[in-house]
């Protein structure tokens, strides 16, 4: 539990729950996503596994230590929501100052990490360019390629695609994805849902600082008594068919036609055809159709090990039914306290003996704001 204590006037303290008795454990080589509202207490809850925060009441445990432990921090990396460089350096100057905080890194197993790194992230094309020139997209896959210079066992990432466009959406989700096929776990925080339900496996839903429901992804969006079929090779007078013999079986057809891909999908792919079409051979740049290369920089090249793009989900190609899951937006507000940009690859998060563990008991003790 978090509570802080805000002053009003005339000299009126009022206590504000930020996080009331969370308990929330993370699993090895998993990606767990926390949702909900502003003032849901995502950010108060993603300060207080990191160590920035003491809870109030019940305790953090990060690979069985408190956040604060030198080893626990070591083995964890976080991505703030604004990612912030010294303009005037490289993208390669950026990670070698990163680096170079590391102790247990000599200057050999430095740069061979640095350039490991500019493969992963797919900035070595860009990597002696000044940041400053960087686009948003490259900004975002810097930041997260300093959060892994100490290869750290969880990853916690704060709206990691806010303000991208599509291209730089699918290069993170891509990322996230290549980051659990190496048994890494990534905790992450974001506000755009369909982002969220293409890489993560269990979810976490927040409101008002009170946890409303935590599970696996396929359980928690499972509709019961609807049944999806995927057919291929059907014309119409088939579909027809096979909705009249549903029906005589009772069931009732919500949907029936072709199937159809997301529009991210079909947006990937129209860009990556065109600019595979006027690219020189070898134009790294063009091919990947980043951000940089939309306005004539420089891009990177598409990071080593990446998955391919996720294919489409079942309920939005189904040929039968809407969307499974669905819900309005809660009123807004802010979590408590706004989130700081804290130095990429500090911090800490939850784990205990390859699981994350953060409990809370209803003892509540108030804390100055």
Request: proline share 6%; aromatic share 4%.
């Amino acid at each position: 539990s978090k509570t802080y204590l805000s002053w009003r006037f005339p000299l009126r303290r009022e206590r504000v729950e930020a996080v009331v008795r969370l308990d929330l454990e993370l699993g090895p080589g998993e990606v767990f996503a926390l949702l909900g509202p502003n003032g849901a207490g995502k950010t108060t809850t993603l300060l207080l596994l990191l160590g920035l925060l003491p809870p109030s009441a019940g305790e953090v445990r990060v690979f069985g230590a408190p956040p604060g432990h030198r080893a626990a921090r070591a083995r964890v990396g976080y991505l703030p929501e604004e990612s912030r460089f010294h303009g005037f350096l490289s993208g390669r100057a950026a990670l070698r100052f990163v680096a170079g905080l590391h102790p247990e890194l000599d200057r050999r197993a430095r740069a061979a990490r640095v350039e490991e790194l500019l493969d992963f992230v797919g900035l070595r094309a860009a990597a002696d360019r000044p940041v400053r020139g960087y686009s948003k997209g490259m900004r975002r896959r810097l930041g997260l390629a300093q959060v892994l210079v100490g290869d750290p066992d969880l990853v916690v990432l704060d709206e990691p695609t806010s303000g991208l466009d599509p291209l730089g959406i699918r290069e993170v989700k891509d990322l996230i994805a290549t980051l659990r096929a190496r048994g890494k776990t990534v905790l992450l925080s974001s506000h755009v849902l369909a982002d969220v339900q293409d890489v993560c496996d269990r979810l976490a839903i927040l409101d008002r600082g009170r946890l409303l429901e935590c599970g696996a992804l396929d359980e928690v969006l499972a509709e019961r008594g609807r049944t999806v079929i995927e057919l291929e090779g059907l014309d119409a007078e088939g579909r027809a068919e096979l909705c009249a013999r549903a029906q005589a079986l009772g069931a009732r057809v919500l949907r029936a036609g072709p199937a159809r891909r997301s529009l991210e999908a079909h947006f990937l792919a129209r860009v990556a055809a065109a600019r595979s079409a006027e690219a020189p051979l070898g134009d790294e740049g063009a091919a990947r159709g980043d951000e940089g290369a939309a306005r004539g920089d420089e891009g990177a090249a598409p990071a080593a090990g990446a998955v391919a793009p996720a294919a489409d989900s079942a309920s939005r190609n189904a040929p039968a039914g809407p969307d499974a899951a669905g819900g309005s937006d809660a009123p807004a507000g802010s979590d408590a306290p706004a989130g700081s940009d804290a130095p990429a690859g500090s911090g800490a998060s939850a784990a205990g003996s390859g699981a994350a563990a953060l409990g809370a008991d209803a003892r509540g003790g108030e804390e100055s704001g």
